[in-house]
Structures are given as C-alpha cells and as structure tokens.
C-alpha cells in the first residue's frame, strides 16, 4: 500500500530559506499580498486535499482504469468526488487572472502545489492539469469575450480542458496535420480526428472545452498554416457540439486518465487569435503543460522515495559490514547497506534538487510577468524560455529513474502490484513522452534555444549563478561543471554549421550536462542555508558532488565525440 506526506517543511524551505520568496513578492505590486504565513496556509491546505482525497484513490484507479462505451467516457470511481473537491477548493485557478476569477497568486507558490496533486494522484489530476493550460492560452490570446465566457467556468473547475494538436500521420510534425476549419458565420465547422487527447472525454465535469489546431481554406502549406480553435463539448446554448470520444487508449500506466481518440464532425469551433497563427499561440498552453509535465515527473519521484526510504527503514535483511546495528533483532534494516542507501540518495538527491530547480524557474515566470522594470521582464523570459525543455525532460527523467531505483529499493517486492511501485514505474514513463519526447525536447534546448542565439542566453546564466557565493568545499567541483558546460558549448557553435547531424546526435548528452551543473549550484545554494531545515542538506549536497556530478565528464566527452559514430552505419543495416 502506497503512503503519500506532503513535503511541506521542504517546500518552505525552498521557497522561503533558498529563494527569499517573501521578499521577491514584495518587490513585485501584483503579488505583495503574498506573504509567507498566506503561502504555507495555501500550501498546507493543498497537502491535506492531495493527502486525504486524492492519494487514497491512486492505486484503485490503476486497476479500474478509465472506461469508454459508446462515446461516453467514465472516470474510475471516486475520481467525480475527488475532482469536485478539487474544484470547490479553487486550485485550477490559483495562478489565474484575478479579473477572470483567478487568485493571482505567484507561480513560485503554484509549482509546489502542483507537485503535490501529482505526487498524490497523477490519474485525477491529469483531468484538470490541461485545464490550466487552456486558461493561460486564453487568457493571453483570447477576446475579452471568450475571457469572460471561458475563464472563470475553467478557473472554477466547473469546466475542463483538452489540448488536441496529434493526428496518427502527424506528432511531431504538426504541419502535416489534416483537420479542417471552414468559415461558418461568426464560427467555424472544424472536421477531422486527432488521437492522445488527454481527458478529451470523461464525466468528472459537464463542459470539456478543447483547443484545436487545425487549418483553414487555402492556408499556407506546412506549420504556418496552422490556426487554433476553442470547440467546446457544450455550446453557449446548452447544446452538445458535433463531436465525440471514437475510442480511448489502452496504456501501459496512467490507466485510470482517460486518453481519447476524438472524432469532430462539423463541429463548432471559434477561432483564437489570428488566422494561421495557432502553432505559435498553442505553444502558450504547450509550454505551460510542459513545465507541468516535469512537475508531474518530480512528484512521482518524491511519492516513489517516500516509499523507498519508508521500507528500508523497516524491512531487515542481512549486517552491516561495519557491525549489527540491530543487535536485538534477527537482522539489520536494509538501509544500512551502502548499495542501498547510494539509490535512496540518487533519489533524495534529483528529488530535493528537482524540487529547487522547479521553484526557481516559478521564480523567472513571476518575474518575467510582474517585475516592474522592463528589462529584468524580459531577461527573466529569456531565461524560462531557454530552461522549458530542460525542466520537462531532466525532471522527468530523473522522475524514472528514481521510480526504477525505488523498485530496485523493494526487490522482488517491488514487482508485485500490492506494493505500487511497478505502477509508480509505469505512470512516471508517460511524462518522458508527454510534450514532445525528451530526444525532442533535448534537440530545442540545443539547436533552437541555445545555438540560435549563439549561446548568449546560456552563458549569462551560468555567468549570474557563477556569482553566486558557495561553500568553499564546492566552489571548485561546481566551476569545473560550468566550465563542461561552456566547452560543450562553444564545441557545438564551432561545429554545428559544417556538421548538421551533431545537434541532435549530443543534444541528449548536452541537455543532462546542464542540468547537472544547474543542479550542482542548486545543492551548493541549499548547502550554504543555516536554517534548521538545513541540516541533512549538506550531507546530500556531498553525495551529490562526489557521486553524481562527475558524469559531466562522460557527458563533454561524449558531445565532443561528435555525430560520425551515430550516422555511420547505413540505413539499410538497421
């Protein structure tokens, strides 16, 4: 049986020891009404819904599963209840426009929050999750109108919302997408089928309001031609919208999340934004979800370490090398073996680590939204757009491999249902896929937000948490990090142009190199902290550095290893 305890004393020393939240607030007009005692209660309550209402149903719902029959889509028991609670508590709007019903309050709050309800519950809550994306694409480029129609139903959790961009003949490659829009009035009849379409139909809320791309007549050819589409289940007027639930996918986790694929049939759809705008307004939701994607990651690694840390504390097995440390018992608890307490570490380690990561670049979004002075607006923008992809793929990859070495924590035990964590294992896969795949993601951190500007962005960052101060024992490790960082760099602007394969033959490698050296500053910082919070920092700060950080040395040579190895062999071999 799986356990769930909110983090929260973690939590507030992130937010409040690390980051100074309470006074970056204050220095920001629209959020200095937050202040710490507001936030921990925020917080605190959030724990108790993702404690007592959410966690219980988790294991369940893996077994019931979502369920489809004739177009009509089913939520695993308990789950209308449990999103009810989640609705009446206003956490779908925390984060939105006050002017809309939203609480506007900082994202630097929202990101613990949200890491919380995934931990507790990734099946429930991924009926919601898309909701706050939706509300943040119309928001930003929505009619006052649709604000007004759309927002406040959605910030309420009365409404839910859907994100439909994937056909079967196109992923990735949204230009080849094949849905229509033909002008029909004030609105558009939207035709076509798209597939993955997380909680496109459920019955956990009346309305699903989906965002769609598709393309109008005479559209220019490929992503440029792309326009986005509100098409709601229910129309203004009460009645059902021309489309429905074909089918829902059977999955290897996240089983109790209905995925559908979703047939519009002439459906009516208003347009968002401008015509043949709508890849570049959809990656607004995009975006959001993805930063919520590695969120969901790190929630499942805290839930999967949790549990790990809970049973080697109690499970006995074998002595210490060093000597019986339960000289009363039949054996010692498993936690005294080295192997083991190297994989609760690893865990600890990308966990509290993922969790800072998180909550400063919560931090860049608050003040790239509401800093008062222009400038520091928009170097806080530049820094969340070059760090999205590396917040979605590093902490969903560090979230499977802390579910893994959490299952390899239990042996045996861990490949047995009772226990939950091959079902930790199996929900923590999709979030590697969610969004782009993390191979996709890795290719936009390297070859879009880093080489297009020359790595002018990147190297003002490391420059900033270069001066950072440290404790001594780390400043040299965490320079030689930053230094691979630089060299990987400069070996990919020298080289890219007159090898267009070595991108994405190192994209992999250069993404994980840099997350391992903004980590390292991450745990330099938390080790630097006097708090009484802090006392174990420390101690997984070493563990960190001595056992996890060098991989950036593998990691530059293997960039500097280049693409020949990888295009070498002929397509006709594999």
Not at 448 to 467: C, F, I
Request: negative net charge; charged residues 20%.
């Amino acid at each position: 049986m799986l356990n769930y305890s909110p983090p929260l004393a973690d939590m507030e020393f992130v937010l409040f020891d690390v980051f100074d939240a309470e006074t970056e607030w204050a220095r920001m007009p629209a959020l200095k009404e937050t202040d710490r005692e507001l936030a921990l209660a925020v917080l605190a309550e959030a724990g108790k819904v993702a404690r007592e209402v959410m966690a219980p149903l988790y294991q369940a719902s893996d077994s019931e599963g979502a369920q489809w029959r004739d177009g009509a889509v089913t939520a695993p028991r308990g789950f209308r209840e449990g999103f009810h609670a989640l609705a009446e508590g206003g956490w779908f709007g925390v984060a939105g426009n006050a002017e809309h019903g939203g609480q506007g309050l900082p994202k630097m709050l929202t990101v613990p929050l949200e890491e919380m309800l995934w931990s507790a519950n990734v099946n429930l809550y991924l009926y919601g999750a898309l909701t706050i994306g939706a509300a943040v694409c119309i928001d930003t480029h929505g009619d006052e109108a649709m604000k007004r129609n759309y927002l406040p139903k959605l910030y309420g959790g009365e409404w839910t919302g859907a994100m439909a961009l994937t056909e079967s003949h196109a992923g990735t490659d949204l230009g080849m997408i094949r849905t229509r829009a033909v002008p029909s009035g004030d609105a558009y009849e939207i035709t076509g089928t798209k597939i993955f379409i997380t909680s496109g139909e459920h019955d956990v809320a009346d309305n699903i309001v989906h965002l769609v791309l598709a393309k109008l007549p005479q559209a220019p050819a490929g992503s440029r031609g792309i326009s986005l589409f509100l098409v709601p289940k229910l129309l203004p007027d009460g009645t059902r919208n021309a489309f429905a639930s074909g089918s829902i996918e059977h999955k290897m986790g996240i089983r109790g999340s209905a995925t559908s694929v979703i047939n519009y049939d002439a459906a009516t759809g208003y347009l968002v934004g401008a015509p043949n705008g709508g890849l570049a307004n959809m990656f607004t939701m995009m975006n959001h979800a993805r930063l919520s994607v590695g969120i969901q990651g790190l929630g499942l690694g805290e839930l999967a370490y949790q549990n790990a840390a809970a049973y080697a504390r109690d499970r006995l097995q074998g002595r210490a090398s060093s000597g019986p440390k339960n000289p009363h018992g039949p054996a010692d608890p498993i936690l005294v073996h080295p192997d083991v307490r190297r994989m609760l570490l690893t865990q600890r380690a990308f966990t509290e680590g993922g969790r800072a990561f998180a909550a400063f670049v919560g931090l860049m979004l608050d003040r790239a939204k509401y800093a008062d002075v222009a400038t520091e607006r928009e170097s806080a923008q530049a820094v969340v757009d070059l760090l999205t992809p590396l917040v979605k793929a590093f902490l969903t990859d560090r979230g499977m491999e802390g579910a893994l070495l959490a299952q390899q924590v239990f042996g045996g035990h861990g490949y047995i249902v009772e226990h939950g964590m091959e079902q930790i294992v199996r929900d923590a896969r999709i979030a590697q896929i969610y969004e782009g795949t993390n191979g996709v993601q890795a290719l936009d951190f390297t070859a879009r937000k880093v080489l297009r500007d020359g790595g002018r962005t990147l190297k003002r960052l490391l420059s900033e948490l270069a001066n950072d101060p440290v404790p001594p024992e780390f400043r040299g490790p965490l320079s030689n990090a930053f230094a691979a960082i630089e060299t990987a760099t400069a070996h990919l602007l020298a080289d890219a142009r007159s090898h267009p394969d070595l991108p994405g033959a190192v994209s992999v490698d250069f993404l994980e190199l840099t997350g391992l050296g903004i980590y390292a500053w991450l745990w330099a910082r938390m080790a630097r902290t006097d708090a009484d919070s802090a006392r174990d920092k420390a101690d997984v700060a070493r563990f960190f550095y001595a056992k996890l950080l060098p991989k950036t040395q593998s990691l530059l040579a293997n960039i500097e290893a280049g693409a020949d190895s990888v295009m070498a062999l002929a397509e006709e071999s594999f």
